[in-house]
T-cell receptor, first 113, second 116 residues
Framework: DTGVSQDPRHKITKRGQNVTFRCDPI?????LYWYRQTLGQGPEFLTY????????KSRLLSDRFSAERPKGSFSTLEIQRTEQGDSAMYLC???????????FGPGTRLTVL | AQTVTQSQPEMSVQEAETVTLSCTYDTSESDYYLFWYKQPPSRQMILVIRQEAYKQQNATENRFSVNFQKAAKSFSLKISDSQLGDAAMYFC?????????????FGKGTKLSVKP
C-alpha cells in the first residue's frame, strides 16, 4: 500500500445524473476525510469518518451528497442530481493521528455539463 | 470559526535563491496545529512542514523552515536554495486538537514559480 487512491480520476457527467466516487485510504489509518477543491481555491472540508462512523459533515454537504465508509475501510461519496456547481476536484485524505499529517489522494475531477 | 489567509496569489523566485510565502490565520482555539502543503501541477498534495502551536521553536525540514509568530497569528514558509521541483501551489492550513475533528482549514494558496 503506497498511499491513498481514488477512483475514478476523472468523471464527466450530465446535469441531473448521479455519480459515485471511491477512496481507498492507507490501510492502517482510521480517519478519512473528504474535501472539495474548486479552481483557484484551497480544499474545503466536506465530511469526516473515524473508522465507519461519520462524525462530522460540513454545511457544504447538501442533501444531495452522501458518504459512507462501510467496515471502516474504503469510502464512497455519492452526489445525486448533479448540478454544474458541483464541478470540482474531490479530494480524499486519510490519517492515523488527528494531530499529524493527512495523506491526500490524487483526487477525482468532476465535470458536470 | 477558523480562517486562513494567503495574501500572495503568485510568487516567483530564481533558482538557488530564497523565497518566503506568507500566511495568517485566525482561531479561537488555544491548541491547534499548522501545516504547509505543496500541490504540484496535476499531482497530489503532499506535506511540506508541520508546526504545533504550543511549540515555540520554529519547525524546519531541510530547505524548508517556518517563521511562526503566535501572537501575530502568522505562519510563513521560507524555502532556501530554491529548486525547479519546488514549483507548485503551496497551501497553508490549520487544524484543531481534540474533539472528533482534525479536519483542516486551507488558505487559497500561493502559486510559486521557479526561474532557471
Amino acid at each position: 500500500d503506497t498511499g491513498v487512491s481514488q477512483d475514478p480520476r476523472h468523471k464527466i457527467t450530465k446535469r441531473g445524473q448521479n455519480v459515485t466516487f471511491r477512496c481507498d485510504p492507507i490501510s492502517e489509518h482510521n480517519r478519512l476525510y473528504w474535501y472539495r477543491q474548486t479552481l483557484g481555491q484551497g480544499p474545503e472540508f466536506l465530511t469526516y469518518f473515524q473508522n465507519e462512523a461519520q462524525l462530522e459533515k460540513s454545511r457544504l454537504l447538501s442533501d444531495r451528497f452522501s458518504a459512507e465508509r462501510p467496515k471502516g475501510s474504503f469510502s464512497t461519496l455519492e452526489i445525486q442530481r448533479t448540478e454544474q456547481g458541483d464541478s470540482a476536484m474531490y479530494l480524499c485524505a486519510s490519517g492515523g493521528d488527528p494531530y499529524n499529517e493527512q495523506f491526500f489522494g490524487p483526487g477525482t475531477r468532476l465535470t458536470v455539463l | 470559526a477558523q480562517t486562513v489567509t494567503q495574501s500572495q496569489p503568485e510568487m516567483s523566485v530564481q533558482e538557488a535563491e530564497t523565497v518566503t510565502l506568507s500566511c495568517t490565520y485566525d482561531t479561537s482555539e488555544s491548541d491547534y496545529y499548522l501545516f504547509w502543503y505543496k500541490q504540484p501541477p496535476s499531482r497530489q498534495m503532499i506535506l511540506v512542514i508541520r508546526q504545533e502551536a504550543y511549540k515555540q521553536q520554529n519547525a524546519t525540514e531541510n530547505r524548508f523552515s517556518v517563521n511562526f509568530q503566535k501572537a501575530a497569528k502568522s505562519f510563513s514558509l521560507k524555502i532556501s536554495d530554491s529548486q525547479l521541483g519546488d514549483a507548485a501551489m503551496y497551501f497553508c492550513a490549520s487544524g484543531n486538537y481534540g474533539g472528533s475533528q482534525g479536519n483542516l482549514i486551507f488558505g487559497k494558496g500561493t502559486k510559486l514559480s521557479v526561474k532557471p
